[in-house]
C-alpha cells in the first residue's frame, strides 16, 4: 500500500472512530485478564511538527545552548510547533490504559480526571496509585484524586511553599510525624501532615485561602537527601507529595521509580521502535489516527509479551502451524465474517461432492463432527 493512500484511508477515520477502536480493544485486554495490576503511571510527550501541519498547535520555549563565540551558556527562545499524546499506562503490563491527542500547547493538568475516567471505565475497576510527572501538579485534581480513592505520588516544584517547608525538616531528628530510612547510598527524609499546600482541595476551598478561619488539608512529604554519589544542599533536594502513608519512606519511592518506565519503556520505544512521529500526511484526522492506531499495536504487543499473552501465542498461531499447517492438503474458507481451516477432503463432504475414494477422512465420523448428520 503506497504512503499516500494509506494517508487517505487514514484522513477518513473521525476522532470519535480511532478512539472506539482503542476503548474497545483495551476493554478487551482487561476482560481477558491482560491489565492486572493497580499502580498506573501518567505522562505526555510532545509530537513536533512544523507549521505546515493542519491545526497544530504552538509554544515558545527557552533552550539552553552552548555558545562557542562568547564561551558561555546562552538561553534561546524558539517557538514549536505539532501536537502532543497523553497515557495512563500499566506500570508493570506497560499496556496503556487510556490515551488523549491535543495540541503541544495545553497544559497537561487539563488531561488527568478524563484519562482517570477513561482508564478506569475501559478497565472496569480503579486505579490504586498513580504516578504523576510535576506538569500535571494541580491542587484541585490531587485533591480529586484523593477522595476517589486513588492515591497519588509526584515531584513538586522548587517554587512551591510546601516544598520550602518540607526542606525546613533536613536537619531535625526522627520522631513525632517525621521519618527517615538508609538504604545503600540513598537517604530519605518523610513528614507527615504538611500544610502550605493551600491549592489542595476542591475550588472553593482555595478561594477561602486568604480567611483568617482556612485550615489546608494536610499532605505528606518526601525528600531525598542523598542519591548515589550526589548528596543535595540545603535549598536542593527533590522534594514529593503524596497521600501514601510515608513511615516507611523508602517504599514510596520505589514506587516512584517506576514513573521512569513510561519515558524509557513507553515514549521513547514509541518514537524510536515504532515511529509515532512518522507521520503519513500533513492532516490532523491522519496524525491523530496513526498516532493512536500506533499507540494501540504498542499495546497490544505489551499484552503478548506477558505470560498469559505468550500461553494465547502458544494457543494461537503456534499451535495452527503445528497441528493444521504442516498438511499440503488444508484449504481456508471464507464466508462473509468467518473462515475455517479444513481438509480438502472434509471440504468435499460440506459440499456434497465427496471423491470416489477418501485418503485421510472418515466420513462418519467427520460428518458427526461437523454437524451433518449420517
Not at 497515557?87 to 503490563?93: E, V
Amino acid at each position: 500500500m503506497h504512503q499516500k493512500i494509506l494517508g487517505d484511508l487514514l484522513c477518513r477515520l473521525t476522532k470519535e472512530e480511532v478512539f472506539g477502536i482503542f476503548n474497545r480493544t483495551i476493554k478487551s485486554l482487561s476482560r481477558k485478564g491482560y491489565i492486572k495490576e493497580h499502580i498506573f503511571i501518567l505522562d505526555t510527550s510532545p509530537l513536533k511538527t512544523t507549521k505546515r501541519y493542519e491545526n497544530c498547535g504552538m509554544k515558545t520555549v527557552t533552550e539552553k545552548k552552548w555558545d562557542r563565540v562568547k564561551r558561555q551558556v546562552v538561553e534561546i527562545t524558539k517557538q514549536v510547533y505539532g501536537f502532543k499524546i497523553g497515557m495512563i499506562q500499566g506500570a508493570s503490563s506497560q499496556i496503556p490504559a487510556s490515551c488523549t491527542f491535543a495540541q503541544i500547547q495545553v497544559n497537561d493538568s487539563n488531561f488527568t480526571q478524563a484519562l482517570v475516567e477513561e482508564a478506569e471505565a475501559n478497565m472496569g475497576r480503579r486505579i490504586k496509585l498513580l504516578l504523576i510527572d510535576c506538569g500535571f501538579l494541580d491542587g484541585e485534581t490531587l485533591w480529586w484524586l484523593h477522595k476517589r480513592g486513588i492515591h497519588f505520588i509526584t515531584r513538586a516544584r522548587t517554587n512551591m511553599a510546601v516544598t520550602i517547608q518540607m526542606r525546613s525538616f533536613r536537619d531535625d531528628s526522627p520522631g513525632d510525624g517525621l521519618y527517615q530510612e538508609k538504604r545503600g547510598d540513598l537517604e530519605i527524609v518523610a513528614v507527615e501532615g504538611l500544610t502550605t499546600y493551600d491549592q489542595y482541595g476542591e475550588a472553593e476551598h482555595t478561594r477561602r485561602r486568604n480567611r483568617k478561619d482556612f485550615e489546608a488539608n494536610p499532605i505528606n512529604g518526601v525528600m531525598v537527601l542523598k542519591f548515589g554519589n550526589r548528596a543535595y544542599p540545603p535549598g536542593k533536594e527533590p522534594v514529593f507529595i503524596t497521600d501514601l502513608p510515608v513511615d516507611k519512606p523508602l517504599a514510596v519511592m520505589d514506587s516512584y521509580d517506576l514513573r521512569s518506565l513510561i519515558e524509557n519503556k513507553g515514549f521513547r520505544e514509541l518514537k524510536q521502535g515504532w515511529h509515532l512521529e512518522k507521520f503519513p500526511v500533513k492532516k490532523e484526522a491522519a496524525v491523530r489516527a496513526h498516532v493512536i492506531l500506533t499507540l494501540l499495536m504498542y499495546g497490544l504487543n505489551a499484552a503478548y509479551q506477558t505470560e498469559r499473552g505468550q500461553k494465547e501465542v502458544a494457543r494461537g498461531i503456534r499451535r495452527l502451524r503445528r497441528e493444521d499447517y504442516q498438511s499440503i492438503h488444508k484449504i481456508v474458507v471464507y464466508s462473509g465474517p468467518y473462515f475455517g481451516i479444513f481438509d480438502i477432503e472434509e471440504y468435499s463432504i460440506i459440499t456434497r461432492a465427496p471423491p470416489k475414494e477418501f485418503a485421510r477422512t472418515n466420513i462418519a465420523t467427520t460428518r458427526r463432527r461437523l454437524g451433518l448428520g449420517d
